[in-house]
Nanobody
């Protein structure tokens, strides 16, 4: 199985920045689309961003577009989520997820149930 480990979460003031990292196992990392999800207390888990296996196609939720950048370094088996201009509404547990998509004719998935592999999550808290 693919194993994912997130890091980089923490406490930051409104307007600040954080960069989350997700380290993945396996030589076949480059064949997986990667997604970042978040879940705030009392809310459903929601998509934040996704990136294709090649890294050439990206998706962003409307709520974070313009403030967040997803990227990947296949040589390091790592995907990143750069978050700027953070708001208290961004407070949530952030999860990294992986799904095999190479050759499937799809760049990524946007539903959490479509991703079979998940990290343990990292807490992001934005104070006002």
């Amino acid at each position: 199985q693919v194993q994912l480990v997130e890091s980089g979460g923490g406490l930051v003031q409104s307007g600040g920045s954080l960069r989350l990292s997700c380290a993945a196992s396996g030589r076949t990392f480059s064949t997986y689309a990667m997604g970042w999800f978040r879940q705030a207390p009392g809310k459903e888990r929601e998509i934040v961003a996704a990136i294709s296996w090649s890294g050439t196609n990206t998706f962003y939720a409307d709520s974070v577009k313009g403030r967040i950048t997803i990227s990947r370094d296949n040589a390091k088996n790592t995907v990143y989520l750069q978050m700027n201009s953070l708001k208290p509404e961004d407070t949530a547990v952030y999860y990294c997820a992986a799904a095999f998509t190479k050759g499937y004719g799809v760049n990524w998935y946007t539903n959490d149930y479509e991703y079979p592999y998940w990290g343990q999550g990292t807490q992001v808290t934005v104070s006002s």
